[in-house]
């Protein structure tokens, strides 16, 4: 039964906790025409994963999920997309949101009203690239 409630819990838990603090990004910053573009693709999602950012609000990556059926779902793609990030953009990446909500801790003033550009994302199949 100990064990059984444990699973259970686990299972429960956001995926989030299983991230390192050292992964979701802190301080101000400033998105990129691209990564706000980006960002409004991500949120326009049925079931948005997870939102990664460059540090310098460059370039922005995310995973939604594509399917009706959860199960069918990746869980934790948040180390995948940093993994991502840093090698199409040589630069040190950060988590700003989780399941459509920011975690990115005291972001300041940083959308960017442009909407042209583009945007880089990974869905459930794999990585796709789009022009806006």
């Known amino acids: 039964l100990f064990i059984t ?3 259970l819990w686990g299972c429960a838990t956001s ?10 990004g ?6 990129s ?5 980006t960002y409004r ?9 997870d939102f990664v950012v460059t540090v ?6 995310y995973t939604y999920c594509a ?13 995948l997309l940093l993994d991502i990030c840093t090698e199409r953009t040589g630069k040190n990446c950060r988590i700003f949101a989780i399941d459509g909500k920011v975690v990115w801790e005291d972001p300041g003033q940083w959308r960017n009203s442009g909407t042209v550009g583009m ?14």
């Open 41 to 49: 693709y991500y949120k326009d999602q049925k079931q948005p994963r």
């Open 26 to 31: 802190a301080g101000d910053i400033q998105f």
């Open 5 to 7: 409630a444990v699973m």
């Open 67 to 79: 399917t009706s059926r959860e199960i069918e779902c990746r869980k934790n793609t948040s180390e």
């Open 33 to 37: 025409v691209s990564s706000t573009a």
């Open 119 to 132: 945007h880089f994302f990974v869905d459930h199949k794999g990585i796709r690239t789009d022009k806006l």
């Open 15 to 24: 995926d989030s906790l299983l991230l390192s603090r050292a992964d979701i």
């Open 56 to 61: 310098d609000g460059e370039r922005g990556f």
